[in-house]
T-cell receptor, first 113, second 114 residues
């Protein structure tokens, strides 16, 4: 089955810096890659997603890139703000069959003012 | 629109006791998921329903966990008997159709097994 690895597990940056979170996946048939943000004690919320027919997607300060050949995808946050502090999860899903999402272990981002 | 509702929000039980969680998905969402999130890890899918049918329950410990979605709307997840390692947050999520659409999560039920 699918295995999603996420790194680093923690990242601390200064406000205004950029942050990059990387994920790798094992199933070459995976074609949907969402990113979720989870603040302490709250529910995960989708912040951006990308499908395998697209290499990059942007939404204001966040962007996601996908390299299907290498089986990795990354989340980029520019001009970080303290409210970006949270745990970020990547996930991968394969079309067909159960299409279930497999999540990475998460990365705790701390943005210092 | 109203989000995914879950209850209770917190539950403390002793090992070998039973417990049940309830989820009400977003209106009109055909697909419902139960995830287990152990502290410091990502959500792990336990079971996925499409309407009232099970799509995937490959990671559900069926000797102690059960779930149902009888009328294709609300769902319950039960653990009987509970073990210490079941301590986790149990998240319910729903999506309009498939898992490749946005999954909206509920607030979760935090379970502590003593």
């Amino acid at each position: 089955g699918e295995n999603v690895e996420q790194h680093p597990s923690t990242l601390s940056v200064q406000e205004g810096d950029s942050a990059v979170i990387k994920c790798t996946y094992s199933d070459s048939a995976s074609n949907y890659f969402p990113w979720y943000k989870q603040e302490l004690g709250k529910r995960p919320q989708l912040i951006i997603d990308i499908r395998s027919n697209v290499g990059e997607k942007k939404d204001q300060r966040i962007a996601v890139t996908l390299n299907k050949t290498a089986k990795h995808f990354s989340l980029h946050i520019t001009e970080t703000q303290p409210e970006d502090s949270a745990v970020y999860f990547c996930a991968a899903s394969t079309q067909g069959g159960s299409e279930k999402l497999v999540f990475g272990k998460g990365m705790k981002l701390t943005v210092n003012p | 629109e109203a989000g995914v509702a879950q209850s209770p929000r917190y539950k403390i039980i002793e090992k070998r006791q039973s417990v049940a969680f309830w989820c009400n998905p977003i209106s009109g969402h055909a697909t419902l998921y139960w995830y287990q999130q152990i502290l410091g890890q990502g959500p792990k899918l336990l079971i996925q329903f499409q309407n009232n049918g099970v799509v995937d329950d490959s990671q559900l410990p069926k000797d102690r966990f059960s779930a149902e979605r009888l009328k294709g709307v609300d769902s319950t997840l039960k653990i009987q008997p509970a073990k210490l390692e079941d301590s986790a947050v149990y998240l319910c999520a729903s999506s309009l159709t498939t898992s490749q659409e946005t999954q909206y999560f509920g607030p979760g039920t935090r379970l502590l097994v003593l």
